[in-house]
């Protein structure tokens, strides 16, 4: 079971470039039309100086560019089979757009137990910085463990 001990641990960072076409097989998958995120005319008429990226993309873009999708849960010894999702945000502090090389590094913030050790909370922050080095994003996202309890 995953304890206090965690906090504070990172893990491996992982470095995506936003490219235009898995953004636009993304944007298809989702039915967006937004003019925003496919045209670079749009995007410029909007105030952006190049395409911006949707803001749920940063989680797709990270999880397709990691090398290993489960060093967490290897390095904080949890069963796959017992994970689920639980929630996802983002916070932006620039613009992330088509042709950015991003560095996403993750750690955890945060491990609560539920139900009287049922399962277990995970949070994790990721820090995004671009190619320049400016911090444009943090995710957060909440891994729920369900632990086996005896009975």
Do not use: W
Not at 63 to 88: C, K, N, S, W, Y
């Amino acid at each position: 079971m995953v304890d206090q001990s965690a906090v504070g641990r990172s893990f491996t960072p992982v470095t995506a470039r936003v490219e235009p076409g898995r953004l636009r097989y993304f944007l298809n998958t989702l039915n967006e039309e937004n003019p925003v995120y496919r045209n670079a005319d749009a995007a410029q008429a909007a105030g952006f100086a190049g395409t911006p990226v949707p803001p749920t993309y940063l989680f797709c873009l990270e999880m397709m560019d990691v090398d290993d999708p489960f060093e967490m849960f290897t390095a904080l010894d949890i069963d796959l089979a017992r994970v689920l999702h639980g929630e996802q945000s983002f916070v932006y502090h620039a613009p992330v757009l088509v042709g950015d090389t991003l560095t996403f590094r993750p750690r955890v913030t945060s491990v609560t137990d539920k139900k009287g050790g049922a399962m277990t909370l995970i949070g994790i922050r990721c820090e995004v910085t671009n190619q320049d080095g400016v911090h444009v994003a943090d995710t957060a996202r909440t891994i729920v463990v369900r632990n086996e309890v005896s009975s």
